[in-house]
């Protein structure tokens, strides 16, 4: 007897892996058919939130494109722990990718936190992020592409604040 045979997957993890094995998904020709961008978000919950897997799926579908919320990967694969760099070696094929960054920095705690120190090891680890995905685009640009970086300016400990409160 297998081991799966006796814990199963749930229903959502098997039609994510399914998804993510297939050889060639609605990103690559929606984007081709109707002049679009398709960017797929990294995030929690979804089939990109295991890195592996998100690596993986860019093998077999070189045309996609991503839209790069890191602090979901930074916070939930304690990314902070162990060799950084080579971490984001393995990356480097969705870093290549990226198209439009949701700008905030989390910690190996929270996953958007108040930027208080430019030298914390965390924010540096963001500007990393952020050029080498500014690089990879850089290096496939065609006259008209553009990357979007979209800043989150709240701070954590305020969620979504009422706007009047502070006026």
């Known amino acids: 007897m297998r081991a799966q045979d006796l814990n199963p997957p749930p229903k959502w993890m098997t039609t994510q892996t399914q998804l993510s094995q297939q050889p060639r998904t609605a990103t690559g020709t929606l984007p081709e058919k109707h002049q679009f961008p398709i960017f797929v978000e990294t995030h929690r919950a979804t089939m990109t939130q295991d890195i592996y897997r998100t690596v993986k799926w ?6 996609i494109r991503f839209n790069g919320d890191f602090s979901h990967y930074y916070t939930g694969h304690e990314m902070i722990y162990g060799d950084f760099e080579k971490k984001l070696d ?5 870093l290549e990718r990226v198209r439009f960054i949701h ?3 989390g910690d190996s705690c929270c996953m958007q936190i108040e930027v208080t ?3 914390a090891t965390h924010v540096k680890h963001f ?3 952020w050029i080498r995905s500014f690089v990879g685009f ?10 979007c970086f979209a800043p989150e300016l709240l701070a954590s400990k305020d969620g979504v604040r009422p706007l ?4």
Do not use: C, H, M, Q
């Open 58 to 63: 860019v093998e077999r579908n070189p045309e």
């Open 90 to 94: 393995f990356l480097a094929p969705v």
């Open 103 to 105: 700008g905030r920095i």
């Open 117 to 119: 120190d430019l030298e």
């Open 127 to 129: 500007r990393e992020f």
């Open 138 to 147: 850089l290096k496939t640009a065609r006259p008209g592409d553009y990357f």
């Open 164 to 167: 009047l409160a502070t006026s």
